[in-house]
């Protein structure tokens, strides 16, 4: 059982991405799942997380109104859309289960990463 992100990549300040996170052996519509990132020299924080309905969602304060989650059932997919896009947001961006919004802290096993480099 494996979350699987993708969708990293170098973008300039103000640039979008779309992050997918793929459940190998877990179907993503029955668990909460989140975003978290880690920066160069800091520590792993949640960035984003949607319960097992889809409709309720949580955001850390530094992302509110330019990232978004949502879901794919179709694909088993988890996408985090990323829109205006900042230095500070470089990060290995990851996907895990997590605990029902507004916690979303952890609740399985980390997936494989993708990088997000934000720079001019």
């Known amino acids: 059982v494996q979350l699987q992100a993708s969708g990293g990549g170098l973008v300039q300040p103000g640039g979008s991405l779309r992050l997918s996170c793929f459940g190998s052996?877990?179907?993503?519509?029955?668990?909460?799942i989140g975003w978290f990132r880690q920066a160069p020299g800091k520590g792993r924080e949640v960035v984003s997380c949607?319960?097992?309905?889809?409709?309720?969602?949580h955001y850390a304060d530094s992302v509110k109104g330019r990232f978004t989650i949502s879901r794919d059932t179709a694909k088993n997919t988890v996408h985090l859309q990323m829109n205006s896009l900042e230095p500070e947001d470089t990060a290995v961006y990851y996907c895990?289960?997590?605990?029902?919004?507004?916690?979303?802290?952890?609740?399985?096993?980390w997936g494989q990463g993708t990088q997000v480099t934000v720079s001019s």
């Open positions: 895990a289960r997590t605990k029902p919004p507004p916690y979303c802290t952890r609740d399985g096993d």
């Open positions: 949607m319960d097992a309905s889809g409709r309720f969602t």
């Open positions: 052996g877990l179907s993503v519509e029955y668990w909460s």
